[in-house]
């Protein structure tokens, strides 16, 4: 719909409804010219407004002004406190230009501080996940992608190094069981040298030629000793790095996992030599090889070889060698049958049958011994044919029951033989070394031997028996004590 009246405050064209001076009545509309409308409009004819429509507060909707709407009290009263504030003057008057420069400066400071503050937080963050992640591909047992890690090299050079170690203690318990063999060798040369020195029949010639090799293996008795104390007082074990994958360990349980690795290392090498080989050097490393198996671990042995003093050692074997007696040899082999008797192995068999065994020759030079005590020419051909004495034609040895029967014949220009004899019977008796001696058979004659020459002539047979152990390797004496020659008394045997 064309809108025909206009709705402002003032009239336009000619006409008005109401006063001018009355502002309270109604303002009526100025009719439009009807060639603004068209030739076919009508125009509109003003109606009063009826007494009901103002009383009831409604204006009509054409009507030229519309109702102001009513504000609350408290609402005008708030918003004409706020106009009057707005049109007050601060005290100072307005801000200076300078100070809000400064202010937007502190402001945009702040907030690059803050931002370089965030870029910093984030770049720790970053770097710390990126940490993180890198000690984790390094340390962890089970990351591998990257290939080895440094836990896994790590673990591969502890593996080397346990290696290279049990390589090590298998070469030494190697060298300790070469040097048990030397020893106990250089033990039975040192006794036995010893013995051969001391016996007066030897030319000079060869007593000088004992009288060195018991020289050579009293130096290197002392030297193989400390050479094995020194290897055995070696670190068996050998210390690495844990990785996260391996376990706690005491000290004696790595202790038990290097002595079994020597062996599972032994037992390899020994698994190598054809177990049905007959060449000499097979034989030779094979015994060696499982000698030193024995060796591994074994604590009695170690103990033993730590408990001797090396200078008291040194000095019992030249106190030995200067005064002899049964006493500091019995000292000396303990002391070497207690080391070779620890080891478990062949030697320490060959040891215990060294103790048990009897030293025949010994025994022969015991009986010399008491016989040179009753016959001052003993041993003397040529003494023999002139004053007499006594020979000895042969020894009947049984071990089983230590018995012995000595046969031999004497010579006296006298007719003493039969006192003589009986004289060499109670030398014998008493000796340490012998027990129940025995005269079994004395036959005499006129003369030298088939009767004929100066002097007379008797055979015997005397039977007697070694002491208990007086003559095993243990305790029997190399050089042997001489007894007071018996001019009297014969032990009769019916």
């Given at each position: 719909m064309a809108e025909l009246i206009k709705l402002d405050g003032s009239s336009s064209g000619s006409g008005t409804s109401g006063g001018a001076g009355n502002p309270g009545a109604p303002t009526t509309a100025t009719a439009t010219k009807p060639e603004a409308l068209g030739p076919q409009a009508t125009v509109p004819q003003p109606q009063p407004e009826s007494?009901?429509?103002?009383?009831?507060?409604?204006?009509?909707?054409f009507s030229k002004t519309a109702p102001k709407p009513r504000e609350s009290k408290m609402v005008a009263s708030i918003v004409a406190g706020k106009e009057a504030l707005a049109k007050l003057k601060p005290i100072l008057g307005a801000p200076p230009v300078l100070e809000k420069s400064l202010e937007q400066e502190k402001t945009t400071h702040m907030k690059h501080k803050l931002r370089r503050a965030q870029a910093f937080f984030l770049l720790v963050f970053a770097a710390g996940w990126a940490g993180a992640l890198y000690f984790y591909s390094e340390l962890s047992p089970n990351f591998d992608l990257l290939g080895p890690n440094t836990t896994h090299k790590l673990h591969d050079t502890n593996t080397s190094l346990k290696k290279l170690q049990t390589d090590l203690n298998k070469y030494r318990f190697l060298a300790v069981q070469l040097d048990l063999n030397d020893f106990s060798y250089q033990s039975d040369r040192f006794f036995a040298n010893l013995a051969s020195a001391n016996n007066p029949a030897l030319s000079p010639e060869q007593h000088d030629q004992f009288l060195a090799n018991l020289e050579e293996a009293k130096k290197a008795l002392p030297t193989l000793l400390s050479d094995i104390r020194n290897l055995l007082n070696k670190d068996l074990a050998i210390s690495t790095f844990?990785?996260?994958?391996?376990?706690?360990?005491?000290?004696?349980?790595?202790?038990?996992?290097?002595?079994?690795?020597?062996?599972?290392?032994?037992?390899?090498?020994?698994?190598?030599?054809?177990?049905?080989?007959?060449?000499?050097?097979?034989?030779?490393?094979?015994?060696?090889?499982?000698?030193?198996?024995?060796?591994?671990?074994?604590?009695?042995?170690?103990?033993?070889?730590?408990?001797?003093?090396l200078d008291d050692f040194t000095k019992n074997l030249n106190d030995y060698i200067n005064t002899p007696d049964v006493k500091k040899e019995k000292a000396l082999r303990d002391v070497i049958a207690k080391i070779l008797a620890t080891t478990r192995s062949d030697i320490a068999t060959v040891a215990e049958l060294k103790q048990r065994r009897i030293d025949w020759s010994t025994v022969i030079q015991q009986i010399e011994s008491e016989t040179r005590n009753v016959d001052?020419?003993?041993?003397?051909?040529?003494?023999?044919?002139?004053?007499?004495?006594?020979?000895?034609?042969?020894?009947?040895?049984?071990?089983?029951?230590?018995?012995?029967?000595?046969?031999?014949?004497?010579?006296?220009?006298?007719?003493?033989?039969?006192?003589?004899?009986?004289?060499?019977?109670?030398?014998?008796?008493?000796?340490?070394?012998?027990?129940?001696?025995?005269?079994?058979?004395?036959?005499?004659?006129?003369?030298?031997?088939g009767g004929a020459g100066e002097g007379y002539s008797a055979n015997f047979k005397i039977d007697l028996r070694m002491e208990p152990q007086k003559f095993s390797e243990k305790d029997k004496s190399a050089v042997l004590e001489k007894k007071a020659p018996v001019q009297t008394g014969v032990k009769r045997v019916n």
């Open positions: 007494n009901l429509s103002k009383d009831l507060g409604l204006t009509d909707i844990r990785t996260e994958g391996e376990t706690v360990q005491s000290d004696d349980q790595i202790r038990q996992e290097f002595e079994e690795s020597v062996k599972n290392a032994l037992r390899d090498d020994r698994n190598k030599i054809p177990a049905i080989s007959t060449e000499t050097e097979d034989l030779q490393n094979g015994r060696l090889l499982d000698n030193t198996l024995k060796l591994v671990g074994n604590r009695a042995f170690v103990s033993s070889v730590g408990q001797i003093l001052k020419h003993y041993g003397q051909v040529l003494l023999y044919q002139t004053y007499g004495g006594i020979v000895y034609t042969g020894y009947d040895f049984d071990a089983a029951t230590n018995k012995i029967v000595l046969s031999g014949s004497t010579r006296t220009m006298d007719g003493s033989n039969f006192t003589l004899m009986s004289n060499l019977v109670d030398q014998l008796e008493l000796s340490t070394h012998f027990e129940d001696v025995q005269m079994r058979s004395f036959s005499k004659t006129k003369g030298g031997n």
